[in-house]
């Protein structure tokens, strides 16, 4: 039996551990969440990241697609192939995650952009990416039927507005030709996620896209320019 001595220095002991564990303090919020994230431009103005030109129906952000709702929004391209569509940066900002994954039997690439001002924004059904992305993405598990998970990438990627990402999109057995992008207003939301703040990225593209857009059909047959985000 353990002297009382050692059993009283043992419990206390673990009383200092268990103290400093209960009140560890957490780890901070990454820099786009924290307090002293730099203020974004004013107005905030996006490169549009498509040729609009080729555009012929525009997914609303905010709105149910296929049984579930979508924060995001996207282009449809009815008269091009897969390879016909290039999509590019529409501001600087870091490659942080990303997702590649198999739909219809084809490998299909979700990407992750964050700004330093907290606006991110993502691109989904990117079917081939240009080779500065591609080789960043053979670090991600091999891609599953289904599974658009994303994964934070050890290395943060520098992107510059008007880099070229990806050079087809869509799927290319059915020649389905369209890019999901999305963009999130992540200031001040620590540890929340992204889908709870998607905005609508109309308005920030340059006048003349912007209009067009807003002119264009809707894409979904079922919802159609339907949106909780986008105003009419």
């Not at 896209?209 to 079922?222: G, H, T, Y």
Request: aromatic content about 10%.
């Amino acid at each position: 039996m353990l002297p009382k001595i050692l059993v009283i220095a043992v419990l206390i002991v673990v009383a200092i551990l268990g103290f400093g564990f209960f009140f560890r303090k957490p780890a901070g919020p990454a820099p786009w969440e924290s307090k002293s994230t730099p203020d974004c431009p004013s107005p905030l103005v996006l490169q549009t990241p498509v040729d609009m030109n080729k555009v012929t129906s525009i997914l609303y952000p905010g709105q149910v697609r296929g049984g579930d709702f979508k924060p995001h929004g996207g282009f449809r391209f009815d008269n091009s192939r897969t390879d016909e569509i290039e999509v590019k940066a529409p501001i600087d900002a870091e490659f942080d995650s990303a997702s590649r994954y198999i739909e219809q039997g084809e490998v299909q690439y979700l990407l992750d952009f964050r700004t330093s001002c907290g606006i991110m924004y993502r691109f989904d059904h990117l079917l081939t990416l240009t080779p500065k992305f591609a080789k960043v993405i053979e670090e991600l598990s091999a891609a599953k039927e289904h599974d658009s998970r994303t994964s934070r990438l050890s290395q943060k990627i520098s992107v510059t507005k008007g880099e070229i990402i990806a050079t087809a999109v869509g799927f290319r057995q059915n020649n389905n030709v369209f890019v999901d992008f999305g963009v999130y207003d992540m200031r001040g939301k620590i540890f929340s996620s992204p889908r709870e703040n998607a905005i609508c990225w109309f308005d920030l593209l340059p006048p003349e896209d912007s209009s067009k857009v807003k002119s264009l059909p809707p894409a979904d047959s079922i919802s159609g320019s339907q949106s909780t985000l986008c105003k009419p």
